[in-house]
């Protein structure tokens, strides 16, 4: 008899050294002891189960689900017989069978905190996240020191943009340990998508004080004085994690975008295209390429390049995804119905319909479809036959389309050929005319529009815009 082996031979006694040596990491012991319990009592429950921990233990997992289901056979009261066949289930990617296995288990024992994580990854998994985020919450509430349980619905919040909510179990996840660089740092970039630049700032910086090595967590310390305009300070951020990682594509970006706030515009040039030779298709680097190249009036590349914006989350483009082909001034046009709908800005519809005219004069007849806001400031433009509000229009027929941002590269504008019309717009009607001479007064005196706000979702806002008792 082995020195493990229970003195009393019954299935209990065989199961409980078992589970001793299955605990202790003996894992061939501990089943030469189930399979003893199993010759006295086939139908031993817990030692079916022990069976199915072995199993899962050597990764296999089609076993331990049959031994576990075994097991439920014999006691279908047993909590963790449920939650254990829900974790092989979930390794061999089962999830709707293991979610009902971890509920029934729930069901017999509610408080249970792994299980209410186990059953959050499995709603993870299936793209359930606001389910998932419960589960995690109630994990937490059960045991207040599950550090795992807030990390993981606080990087759901994240991914969601609640950012408030994934601040807060962020901060619970510290309160449990607070030596974890990567929670300060999520903590940290919740707070720099809010522009709360002073708290983000010194979250990043206690992220990298735990991880100096970490190259993003650098690089973002970088993007979060860059916000500050602290762009002399960002550049030695940004050079150290291109340090740390030669090949960081994301900190070249960053870093040619505070050269040229310092108007290093050589340099800046010469980093976006050091991120462009490591990820040839990073759109954002070509779109802040290009960006300079218009800047320093080489528009020969830039509005070529302009186009990558198209490509980019972080630019904004409206995409309409056209089946009729896109024109970019490379084919006859002349007596084919063009449309140009707007694809920006409410600034930038103003700024680029002067091209409509320019496209008429090719022989089109053109359409224009713009934001409601501005549909009646462009509804007189020459040269173009319909004009439409983007809202409740149903488009006519066409047989050509062009983004108005990109008709300045369908005429390969340059600096001397910027149409330049002395005015493209029209007078507005007589009756608006009347409606703001009654508004303002008299016109005896200078008068002067001020303009203080824009789009508050723009990603350079604070550079943008202005509290109106600012002007005062």
Known sequence: MSPAAPRRRTPAAFFEAGLRLFKAGQLSEAEKC???????????????????????????????????????????????????????????????EAAKSFDRALLLKPDLAEVWYKLGE?????????????????????????REAANAGALLLFDAARYDEAIQRFQCSLDIDARQAGAFHFKGICQLRQ???????????????LAPEHAEITNNVGLVLQRLARNQEALGYFDRAIELNPQFALAFNHRGTSLGELRRFDEALASFA????????????????????????DFA???????????????????RQFTRPLWLGDEPIAGKTVLLHSDEGLGDTIQFSRYATMVAQRGARVILEVQDAVHPLLSGIDGVSLCLPKTGTVLPDFDLHCPLSSLPLAFATRLETIPSTLSYLRAQSEAR??????????????????????????????????????LS
Request: net charge neutral; proline share 3%; charged share 20%.
């Open 274 to 297: 050091s991120a462009i030779t490591i990820r040839p298709d990073y759109a954002d680097a070509h779109w802040n390429r290009a960006l300079m190249q218009l800047l320093l009036g």
């Open 433 to 470: 005319l009347q409606s703001w001479e009654a508004r303002l007064g008299p016109h005896d005196k200078l008068r002067v529009g001020l303009v203080w706000s824009g789009n508050p979702a723009h990603g350079n806002d604070r550079n943008r815009s202005m509290p109106l008792a600012t």
């Open 195 to 209: 522009q709360r630049f002073d708290g983000a700032l010194a979250d990043c910086m206690r992220a990298l004080e």
């Open 122 to 146: 499995i709603l993870r998994q299936q793209k359930r996240n606001d389910e998932a985020i419960l589960s995690f919450d109630q994990a937490l509430k059960l045991n207040p020191c599950y």
């Open 34 to 96: 189930g399979r003893q319990a199993l010759a006295l009592d086939a139908a031993h429950a817990d030692s079916l189960h022990l069976m199915g921990l072995l199993c899962l233990a050597a990764k296999q997992h089609h076993l331990a689900i049959e031994w576990f289901a075994q097991a439920i056979r014999q006691n279908p009261d047993v909590a963790d017989y449920f939650s254990n066949l829900g974790t092989a289930l979930q390794q061999q990617g089962r999830y709707e």
């Open 301 to 319: 590349s830039g509005w070529a390049a302009r186009e990558w914006g198209r490509r980019s989350q972080a630019v904004g483009f409206i995409d």
